[in-house]
């Protein structure tokens, strides 16, 4: 249930849409390592020009198998004047007669540069809680990254964080750098992706030095341990769910304290989130 490793790449990659997470048995199906709509191309691909010169890249895609789940998905990227910033909004239709559980996870990847050693997490965090035993150890630092090499090779940490929204229902998270001198800022609604996992891959250059920033419908457990936690959702037939996400990146250092600035405005006092103390539950 690993395959979806071999083609593992890039800065965006959605799992889904049928299921996503950790790879095991439901039910007698196998359900492979976050799902299968990232590696099915797309039909239908657009291209459009709004009149203030806004760039709409655009594709379709339909993961589907007979009898089973059919799901549309449009996936759509939005770049305005400022090179900057963009934002991507997605929608997913069940074109099946039957109420499907569905998942979305938005696996955003970064490395070097603005990934190293002091490099921190900034958000509006409300509790966190560790995947395991090993992340569990180092909860404390769950939101400040160390040098390449930190973990064994092959090992990682995975945190799992429930956010709180501000008041237009939107998530903010910042990504800086040791130096202040690079940044990304993102948001996302807490009503569509109401979880974020904090995926650190502390591991070697060649073995792959990367942390993962995952809004999502839930976490990266199997379905079967998901859907137990209440965190497997459920869409109706010929019902749409629909995803935005905005990205800002940052460049010298007043731009990144500008950054810094708006999101210490909107965290207020609630700048220290609950460290749970213990493991996510894995109960199937």
């Known amino acids: ?4 490793l071999y083609s593992f ?6 799992c889904g849409v049928e299921w996503s997470g950790h790879p095991g048995m439901d039910n007698g199906r196998l359900m492979s390592l976050h799902g299968k709509v990232a590696h099915i191309p797309a039909s239908e691909v657009e291209v459009l020009v ?7 890249l655009r594709g379709k895609v339909n993961e589907v198998w007979f009898k089973g789940a059919n799901f549309e998905v449009w996936t759509q990227l939005e770049l305005g004047h ?11 239709t069940n074109l099946s007669p039957k109420e499907q559980e ?3 996870l938005y696996h955003a990847n970064y490395g070097k540069p603005l990934l190293g050693k002091g490099a921190r997490l900034f958000g509006t965090f409300d ?7 090993t992340a569990l150890s180092d909860i404390k630092n769950w939101d400040t990254y160390e040098a390449p090499g930190y973990v064994p090779p092959g090992g990682e940490r995975l945190y799992c964080v429930t956010p709180f929204p501000d008041k237009d229902g939107k998530a903010h998270v910042f990504f800086q750098d040791r130096t202040g001198e690079r940044g990304l800022y993102f948001k996302f609604k807490t009503n569509q992706l109401p979880y974020l996992s904090v995926w650190k891959n502390e591991d070697t250059e060649s073995n792959g030095y990367v942390t993962g920033l995952e809004p999502g419908t839930g976490f990266p457990p199997n379905r079967t341990v998901e859907r137990k936690a209440g965190r497997q959702p459920r869409i109706l ?6 995803f935005e996400l905005e990205y800002s990146i940052h460049s010298g250092r007043s731009s990144v304290k500008a950054a810094r600035a708006k999101i210490e405005q909107v965290v207020g006092t609630r700048r220290n989130p609950r460290l749970l ?3 996510l539950p894995k109960e199937q």
């Not at 790449?9 to 959605?14: D, E, K, L, T």
Request: glycine share 8%; aromatic share 10%.
């Open 237 to 242: 037939p010929n019902e749409t769910k629909s």
């Open 9 to 14: 790449n890039g800065w965006m990659v959605r």
């Open 1 to 4: 249930g690993l395959g979806w």
């Open 127 to 133: 509790t966190v809680q560790a995947f395991d035993e």
């Open 102 to 104: 569905y998942t979305m």
């Open 50 to 56: 709004k009149a203030d010169g806004t760039l709409i």
């Open 277 to 279: 103390p213990d493991v």
């Open 82 to 92: 400022a090179a900057s910033s963009f934002k991507i909004k997605d929608t997913v």
